[in-house]
């Protein structure tokens, strides 16, 4: 029974040590990576393979053609297409696309974004307007949507301000209101003298001035 245990043991230990080989030495160095099996220098950030390293040559690198990118050391042989920022997603650019780094999109004027990568925004929508009888409460940005809020205590908004306004006090302008101000509108003040006695008082005046006139012209006359 002891020697099986210790043979088990044995066994295990052999085990142990072909794994931590194995861990140790299957992986390529850092700054290389494997082709076959064999370890090559990567290439720089914004380089790409040409050609793979042998055992008597090193790894052949070239800049990453137009329009493309690798932003890390790699053994890649293809760059990857820029990033292109879609008013369509509602995007433009921020930071144009080098040999070494993507496109960096933000959110056009008027919009927010809703999707964010790699620092990136990749979906952006418009902001919010808020309503009639709602005023602005906070003014969207690139990041954050339009917050708005109720006008209240006899105020109104068209729904563009970023405070609510007062209805008008008609008395106080020596005015009648003919319509209370709601959330969304102000109230409507007219003259406190009837329409009519103003309309009867103009045409008294205008006859009057010409019986005036025609007086004087017979006096005159005489």
């Not at 090193?58 to 137009?66: G, I, L, Q, R, V």
């Not at 760059?79 to 144009?96: E, K, L, Q, W, Y």
Request: charged share 15%; with cysteine; net charge negative.
């Amino acid at each position: 029974m002891y020697m099986d245990m210790l043979m088990l043991r044995y066994f295990f230990m052999i085990i142990s040590t072909i794994l931590f080989f194995e861990t140790c030495f299957c992986g390529c160095p850092s700054g290389e990576y494997d082709i076959n099996g064999e370890c090559c220098p990567m290439c720089s950030q914004g380089n790409h393979v040409t050609m793979h390293c042998t055992e008597n040559t090193s790894t052949n690198c070239a800049p990453c053609p137009t329009a493309t990118y690798l932003d890390k050391p790699s053994g890649l042989e293809k760059c990857f297409p820029c990033t292109a920022c879609s008013s369509v997603n509602g995007i433009t650019i921020r930071d144009a696309c080098t040999r070494s780094s993507d496109t960096i999109c933000e959110a056009e004027k008027g919009h927010f974004c809703l999707e964010l990568n790699k620092g990136s925004c990749v979906i952006a929508v418009k902001h919010k307007k808020c309503n009639p009888g709602e005023y602005i409460k906070q003014t969207g940005t690139l990041i954050s949507d339009t917050v708005c809020d109720d006008c209240t205590d006899a105020t109104y908004s068209n729904g563009s301000l970023t405070s609510c306004l007062p209805h008008s006090k008609c008395e106080l302008l020596g005015l009648k209101e003919v319509k209370a101000g709601t959330p969304s509108s102000d109230a409507d003040c007219q003259s406190a003298t009837p329409v009519g006695l103003i309309v009867g008082v103009t045409i008294f005046v205008v006859h009057y001035s010409s019986f005036v006139a025609l007086l004087g012209e017979a006096v005159v006359l005489y």
